[in-house]
């Protein structure tokens, strides 16, 4: 990796002597508002967390792959894939499992019931305006499963006025992709549509290391997606909008090496829909009423296979929530929940083809601020009909420093509940059996300070925190359930504890931006790293404008990782290069360039699968605002 990383140093050391004295939009952007900490509006440089937020124009750049690898190009996560973008993909927060972040669209939770979390894979960047990133537990305010942190992604919305945008782009690898929005709306009413696809040929996602599945072909892709926002005042200070989205993926995979002429098909169909009316009752109150659902399907196909095994999974969350803020005086802010949640899951390998349950919760939050103090208490009560009651809670101390500087101490407990396929399946607890015992909800314990500070061209952050999860759910031996082969059950610990560091600066004309993450994720039962994580990942990026050019340049790293539980096989680490270029033919057209793994970079994710060679876009981009 030290070879990969100085030719990438050297590569963008240039930047900086061609770099113009024009410079980029102030860094500072603590003033923006965010939602996601506390499930409130709060200004960024009051969150008492480790936040991350990116824009349209971030993502934009980033312009291939998904959400995921938005997230893991800027030293937000690890990622694990089986194959290419569409291919099934789990991300690593804070070294946390792939099914211990909280995933929302729009505010509704999209989940699977039948595997390890969010479908990140399904998760398109062409209808995303804004996405928001939180490390650190936050069950006291989400409930079940914000052990590791939370993601929400905010589909297109409206502007100030009509928009039209039409892209197009072409690569390697046999790929085309293009996408659209319109949007509009006054006053008293806005929309937001937008559509993107994608198809590619592809690569030979496995490689001979995967002697069930190895056949020397190339697995393909394609992708289609939607998302719509409309919304209207119903009168001064209420406000009606309803938001969906839908995304489906079709990705090629070899089943079985003993099946060469199966042509084995992959199924991935997402969809988001939410209704919520906001009103202001007052300066100092503030109601938020919300219905929504999500559904996650996932389904295989075979072509000319004489052994075919079809498999579906399909999970339904429904949620009614009823949220609130209010102000009662300069220092202090009460925020309410009532929330009601029902999971459904249609899966093969459970009894009847089905399963569900049904979750209430009410949580209170308390934030105090005089001066440069800060403090802020949040206290959550999960009912559920199959594990039954959670208490979960978090107490957060903020001071603002002088000159820019700011500190921050938290402590706070979580859970995940277990999966309803990890309860009701074949392989889960068998109750009629002497002795065996229901799943209980994997718990977390978390403890972090943070220190930040914050320049007119310049910023810094750094965390440090340590996360006890116990109870965790592992596939064990059998006997404690009706299959032979194995069964889940609470019996392993984990430790994450890391340091995370963050920062950027404007010299010049030229941006620097980058991350480092030192983390230990550690599976305290068997005194082992956790599979697939390692203990440094992060990135550098460079932005400048040269001779009309936007240009960007982002190095990514990953130390060595172990593909399995007994951290026998090792996953060398990596350095990728990626490289992005815009540059304005008129007011309307925009040429883009993308360039991913420049070097070429023969790195593995996921022990006996490919990961995507070079990659190249050349795209225009039509803008009418």
């Known amino acids: 990796m030290k070879t990969t990383l100085c030719r990438t140093v050297g590569l963008l050391a240039p930047l900086a002597i061609l770099a113009p004295l024009s410079s980029f939009a102030q860094i500072n952007r603590l003033d923006q508002v965010i939602v996601t900490a506390n499930r409130a509006p709060e200004r960024l440089g009051d969150v008492l967390a480790d936040v991350t937020v990116f824009d349209r124009a971030q993502i934009e750049r980033q312009f291939t792959g998904s959400i995921a690898d938005l997230l893991v190009a800027n030293g937000c996560a690890e990622l694990s894939q089986t194959g290419g973008p569409t291919a099934t993909t789990s991300l690593f927060l804070r070294g946390a499992d792939s099914r211990h972040t909280v995933v929302l669209v729009d505010g509704v939770r999209v989940d699977s019931q039948a595997s390890n979390g969010a ?19 936050a069950s006291a305010v989400y409930g079940s499963d914000a052990v590791g942190g939370v993601v929400q992604i905010f589909t297109r919305k409206a502007g100030a006025k009509p928009i039209v945008e039409l892209g197009m782009a072409a690569g390697n690898l046999g790929s085309f992709k293009a996408d659209g929005l319109i949007s509009g709306g006054d006053a008293a009413f806005d929309y937001a549509l937008s559509a993107s696809g994608e198809h590619s040929k592809g690569f030979n996602a496995t490689t ?38 839908t995304s489906h993926a079709n990705t090629q995979y070899d089943a079985s090496a003993y099946t060469p002429q199966a042509d084995d098909h992959a199924i991935q169909d997402n969809r988001v829909a939410r209704l919520a009316w906001s009103a202001n009752w007052s300066p100092a109150l503030h109601t938020e009423l919300s219905v929504g659902q999500s559904s996650d399907r996932y389904a295989t196909e075979s072509f000319n296979n004489p052994y075919p095994y079809p498999y579906l999974a399909e999970t339904r969350l429904r949620n009614v929530a009823l949220l609130g803020n209010w102000r009662v005086d300069g220092a202090n802010q009460l925020n309410f929940q009532l929330e009601r949640r029902e999971d459904r899951l249609e899966n093969t390998d459970l009894p009847g083809g089905q399963d569900n349950r049904a979750n209430n919760a009410a949580a209170l939050g308390w934030l105090f601020k005089q001066g440069a103090f800060d403090l802020q208490a949040h206290g959550r009560h999960d009912s559920d009909s199959q594990y039954g009651g959670v208490n979960t809670g978090t107490l957060a101390t903020g001071y603002s420093l002088a000159d820019g500087w700011r500190a921050y101490a938290s402590v706070g407990n979580a859970f995940r509940a277990p999966t309803l396929y990890q309860r009701g399946s074949t392989y889960g607890p068998d109750l009629s059996k002497p002795g065996v015992a229901a799943l209980e909800p994997e718990r977390g314990h978390n403890k972090e300070i943070g220190l930040r500070w914050d320049g007119d061209t310049a910023g810094f952050a750094a965390t440090v925190y340590r996360n006890d999860v116990s109870d965790l759910i592992a596939f064990g031996a059998a006997g404690t359930c009706k299959s032979p082969y194995g069964c889940y059950v609470n019996v392993d610990r984990a430790r994450l504890e890391g340091l995370s560091l963050d920062g950027n600066a404007q010299l010049g004309g030229l941006n620097l931006s980058g991350s480092l993450n030192l983390q230990n994720p550690a599976n305290l039962a068997t005194d082992s790293r956790l599979a697939r994580r390692a203990r440094q990942y992060g990135h ?84 009418l605002k």
């Open 540 to 623: 550098l990026r460079v932005d400048t404008v040269l001779a009309g050019w936007t240009l960007g340049a982002n190095a990514q790293f990953n130390g060595q990782r172990f593909d399995d539980a007994g951290n026998t096989r090792s996953l060398g680490g990596y350095t990728l290069l990626n490289i992005d270029a815009a540059y304005a033919l008129s007011a309307e057209w925009k040429l883009q360039l993308k360039l991913d793994n420049a070097f070429d970079k023969d790195h593995t994710l996921a022990y006996g699968y490919a990961t995507t060679p070079r990659l190249y876009y050349v795209g225009l981009r039509y803008a």
């Open 119 to 137: 479908s990140w894979q399904a998760m398109p960047l062409a209808q995303i305006e804004r996405v928001e990133v939180l490390k650190g537990p």
């Open 208 to 245: 001979p290391a995967n002697i069930y599945s190895y056949i020397p072909d190339r697995d393909g892709w394609r992708t289609g997606n939607a998302s719509l926002r409309v919304g209207g005042q119903l009168a001064p200070g209420h406000r009606l909008e309803f938001v969906g989205l």
